[in-house]
């Protein structure tokens, strides 16, 4: 009763579609994706970083 299906997904994309359109959309995506790539980037570097920063001194 509480969870989202399909229908319901599609609506949602049709009305993101409607304001946005769909070049719009693209941009917005890509955008996103870039984000995304570059947080989880960020977040696996880190540790790295440490290692590498204690191995030097």
Do not use: H, Y
Request: avoid cysteine.
């Amino acid at each position: 009763m509480g969870s989202i299906g399909l229908p319901e997904l599609l609506v949602v994309f049709l009305i993101i579609l409607l304001l946005f359109g769909g070049s719009r959309i693209k941009d917005v995506g890509k955008s996103l994706g870039e984000g995304i790539r570059e947080f989880k980037k960020a977040m696996n570097g880190s540790p790295d970083k440490k290692k590498e920063d204690e191995i030097k001194k």
